[in-house]
């Protein structure tokens, strides 16, 4: 049997609204999600015992069964028992450059490459939407990471419009290391003091759906227009996350300074992103951010807007 080695691309939001609640608990989201070519290596091989092994070279990231990797390829055992009882185990290595608990849906992408990849390895032939659904039933975001590109997101973030690949783009990403930013706590505090403004009603929600379909940003992204898109980036975490975090503010305002299309927080952060038209400009912005914040604690990436999330190498 073959092993398989995949690509996984981090994920950035141009758009993430909190629409209000739903009566499973989660939160109605609209967001935009676009995939960036910073990937993490995973590789998949067949193994000679019948467990599932998953190594992974970050010391925050589990080696365990809380590792999302781990928990897709047990998915993939629970739904295919008679694949699983022919082919055996599988040794899953993680090899990460995308930052963790960033607000990257590292987690995410790697349970994507290993939903992708152990359709692969045991040649059953699903198709992207199967694989698709097999990740929503593990975590919101995980749908998005099979498919990739540009897409709008609905519902918990599970349900996916396709919209036209912004390919020429950049993105500056920039993360302090020392801020960690838990997506519970974000949640939690953003119901605590914006619950008054939600919506409930489900038929409202669903026609509210229907006004960000036809909105600005999703307008923007249809015609190319990247000054519009810069101008209706969108992120309701930035209202609780910036005012605790000023050091977070104050990088957006280097971005611009230094001349980015636009700048946003992705996801509950705490990366911080700024959009280029090129690669020199990119780096232009990265080098200026490094220079004048000049902090030990501060990674920055240069990427490409990517259009997919998964690639088998
Ligand atoms: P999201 O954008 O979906 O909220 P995130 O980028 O903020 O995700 P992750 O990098 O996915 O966050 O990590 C969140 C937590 O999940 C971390 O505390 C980490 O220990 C755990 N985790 C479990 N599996 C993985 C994995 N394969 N890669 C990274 N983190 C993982």
């Known amino acids: 049997m073959h092993s398989y080695t995949l690509l996984a691309a981090a994920k950035i939001n141009l758009y993430l609204e909190i629409v209000g609640d739903r009566a499973d ?48 390829a047990d998915l993939m055992r629970s739904q295919f028992p008679d694949t699983f009882a022919k082919y055996g185990g599988v040794n899953i290595t993680i090899d990460k450059s995308i930052p963790v608990a960033a607000g990257l849906a590292g987690g995410s992408s790697n349970a994507a490459a290993v939903l992708v990849g152990m359709d692969l390895l045991w040649n059953l032939g699903l198709t992207q939407g199967e694989c698709e659904r097999l990740g929503a039933q593990l975590g919101s975001d995980i749908p998005f990471c099979v498919r990739g590109g540009t897409a709008l997101a609905t519902g ?26 838990s997506t519970g706590w974000a949640y939690q505090t953003y119901r605590q003091t914006y619950e008054a ?51 977070l503010q104050t990088l957006k305002e280097e971005f611009l300074q230094a001349g980015a299309l636009g700048t946003l927080m992705s996801g509950s952060g705490s990366t911080i992103f700024a959009i280029a038209q090129s690669q020199d400009k990119a780096d232009a912005i990265k080098s200026h951010v490094e220079t004048t914040l000049n902090s030990p604690d501060l990674n920055l990436w240069v990427a490409r807007f990517a259009p997919a999330g998964i690639r088998v190498i």
Not at 43 to 70: G, K, M, Q, W
Not at 157 to 181: F, H, M, N, T
């Open 25 to 72: 608990g989660f939160h109605e989201l609209a967001m935009i999600m676009q995939s960036v070519n910073l990937c993490d290596r995973i590789t998949i091989e067949p193994s000679d015992t019948d467990s599932i092994r998953v190594t992974c070279n970050h010391p925050d990231v589990p080696n365990n069964s809380s590792n999302l990797a781990y928990r897709a």
């Open 197 to 247: 403004e939600y919506i409930r009603d489900p038929e409202s929600i669903v026609a509210y759906g229907k006004k960000v379909h036809s909105g600005k940003i999703v307008q923007a992204i249809a015609h190319h227009n990247y000054s519009t898109i810069a101008a209706e980036l969108r992120n309701d975490f930035e209202k609780i996350v910036l005012p605790e975090h000023p050091r």
């Open 156 to 181: 918990r973030g599970e349900k996916l419009s396709p919209l036209p690949d912004l390919e020429d783009l950049y993105v500056v990403l920039a993360k302090y290391e020392s801020i960690a930013i």
